[in-house]
């Protein structure tokens, strides 16, 4: 017997739940599917939302040659075998199509994050020529992992986790739909954990019903689900797009002096397996930039940290961890010697070398003297309170201001 998961698999585009906002009544793709007339494009979204199904609905409904290749198993060599065929298909149906009317033959690339720079070349000729219409899913943001040249010959759709509707509509739907589950009898009497566990993710959310089902359980409660499951399949993958969206909430929340929110992020990334000298080190640069002058301890405190968790890894990292972000999202802010430097590099490169005021100059030898290196300086200890109006920029700068208190 096949999967729950794909038994569930919809057929059409009336049973895709969820992404209304893409194939919904009147949204782009659904036109786009009806029509008949689809240009190449990407899928963009976290795993079990519906990618791969949009892609088979695809091939379903508008009845065209369908190619599919796995990026994690295909080469080089495979695409142009597939292009090549989609060549062959087109001469033969000729007659009914060109290749440039928006009707050529489907390829489908899942995972085409992991395609490489050469083996994305080797379709920009085929999709700009119009040979295959390519349809491509990705967990990954595009911008980082597609060349810009297949990028900018596609257009990017974004999916979005499935919402607890979502989510229990597709459970409604296998309990009176699914032969096998409804022979069991299956029982809801509470979703929480349920949907807690599935994390807007239709895949897990079946897989948990089938685990559920399979263990002879007449009830599906926040009990059942929990017990088979024996721990949390925290939805984190330190080496994709959550990754940079949670550490930029965690910073975020750093910055805006929320000590809850931070102290929240920062347990999602050690739950979720995060490297600690990663967070330690963005600690420090939260410490640099957005604490800055306020408190120059937050640096001292950060590079301890940083220390202390490089010495004593997990899980006792993540002890000085929570202490340097609290402390952190407690302090004063000051971020005005990360815009003070940032906007004297902006000066550098539109001024460039402008030349050092000759009394600042060094004068180790006669003939600079005689140039008048370092004549007219003024030493700072020699004046009452240690200090005294000087010229210390060049001439073109001589009143600029980057340091703004």
Partial sequence: MLPLAERMRPKTLDEYI?????VGEGAILRQMIESGNIASFILWGPPGVGKTTLARIIAHQLQRPFYTLSAVTSGVKDVRDVIDKAKHTAALNSGLFAPADGRSPILFIDEIHRFSKSQQDSLLGAVEEGTITLVGATTENPSFEVITPLLSRCQVYVLKSLTKEDLLELLNRVLTKDEYIRSLGLQ???????????GGDARK???????V?????????????TKQLQQNPVAYDKDGEMHYDIISAFIKSIRGSDPQAAIYWLARMIEGGEDPKFIARRLVI??????????????????ACFEAVNKIGWPEGR????????YLATCRKDNSAYMAIDEAL???????????PLHLRNAPTSLMKELGYHDGYKYPHDYPGHWVEQQYLPDELKSAVFWKK
């Fill in 346 to 356: 902006s000066k550098v490169r539109e001024t460039g070398n402008l030349p050092v």
């Fill in 18 to 22: 969820g992404q209304k906002h893409l």
């Fill in 286 to 303: 939260s410490a640099s930039e957005d604490i800055g002058l306020a408190n120059p301890n937050a640096l001292l405190l950060a590079n």
């Fill in 213 to 225: 089902a399979n263990s002879g359980v007449k009830e599906i409660t926040n009990e059942t689900v």
């Fill in 205 to 211: 959310l079946l897989n948990i019903i089938e685990l």
């Fill in 188 to 198: 809801v009497k509470a979703t929480d954990a349920l949907l807690r566990y599935s």
């Fill in 319 to 326: 002890i000085p961890l929570a202490e340097t972000t609290i």
